[in-house]
């Protein structure tokens, strides 16, 4: 059985996947260090967790704690796309400190083998939540925001009201709920190609402040260094080239802005669990990190 940890998975503040499965060829045996919460976006599943094989449809909700041992099999002619959200062990400890009751649901449910079932708005909802964050930032922020959005939904499904806090730093360093405005502005502008193809000295200037200040600045509120943040915008970017395009590899590592090509394709691999290469012959989507 293998083990997922997620230094090695991802090491980010959370990772979003969508990925397409189906007879014969279903998702191997393992556990994790880390929480995973997934919904199945169509078709069916035989989701065997802890030695229990429990059906899963369209809506249906789960938390994959660590220590879960589960695996996905389909009976013949079965698919299904399956969304997940996963976060490292000690986010799950401090959301649990603000909103207990609220992950406690999915928590009790996850240990009853028993899914969590949405209607269809709030799975249509829950859906564009997730896939937001293959788009957004990957900061401490929007974890809070794309987590606590999606518990809301959860809980609107349970007949008790429960507490989300509307407001709750993940860190010391993410010390506010809101960006401050020029930087609200600058991740807006880094959306854009034309943006974070750029160094990061033309980034700073941007901002009005010194470089030092800029750097702890950006950190504090996002979590991760300038030079982070625009690694993991290019290696976005040079997945989509490989995916919709077929310029050789080499002239995409240099429009993305890499200078070294060992570099590039450690970051790659470490940052989507996949070769470059094999991005092109796989017909499967994969974000952020390796199959799970």
Request: charged residues 20%; glycine residues 4%.
């Amino acid at each position: 059985m293998k083990k997922l940890l997620w230094a090695k998975v991802c090491n980010q503040h959370f990772q979003v996947h969508r990925l397409q499965v189906g007879y014969p060829k279903g998702i191997f045996l393992h556990e994790h260090d880390f929480y995973e919460f997934f919904v199945i976006e169509s078709g069916a599943i035989q989701h065997q967790i802890n030695g229990k094989t429990v059906p899963m449809k369209k809506g249906d909700c789960w938390l994959i704690r660590p220590k879960d041992r589960h695996r996905f099999t389909f009976s013949k002619g079965q698919s299904a796309i399956i969304t997940n959200f996963s976060f490292p062990a000690p986010y799950y400890a401090r959301f649990m400190e603000i909103a207990p009751e609220s992950l406690s649901f999915l928590h009790e449910s996850s240990k009853s083998l028993t899914p969590v079932t949405l209607s269809l708005g709030n799975f249509l909802k829950l859906l564009s939540i997730l896939l937001e964050g293959v788009t957004c930032s990957n900061s401490a922020l929007n974890f809070y925001r794309i987590l606590s959005t999606s518990l809301q939904l959860l809980v609107t499904e349970k007949p008790e009201k429960t507490f989300i806090p509307s407001a709750w730093p993940i860190s010391q360093e993410s010390r506010q709920n809101q960006l401050p405005k020029w930087l609200e502005l600058l991740t807006k502008k880094l959306e854009q190609p034309d943006y974070f193809l750029r160094p990061v000295v033309e980034i700073q200037k941007l901002s009005g402040y010194t470089a030092s200040r800029f750097s702890r600045m950006f950190k504090s509120y996002l979590g991760e260094t300038p030079t982070e943040y625009l690694n993991h915008k290019r290696l976005e970017y040079a997945e989509k080239l490989l995916r919709e395009t077929q310029r050789p590899i080499l002239y995409i590592i240099q429009d993305c802005q890499f200078k070294n090509v060992a570099y590039f394709y450690r970051i790659f691999k470490s940052h989507f669990g996949i070769t470059p290469g094999k991005i092109r012959r796989t017909p499967i989507k994969i974000y952020r990190g390796n199959e799970t």
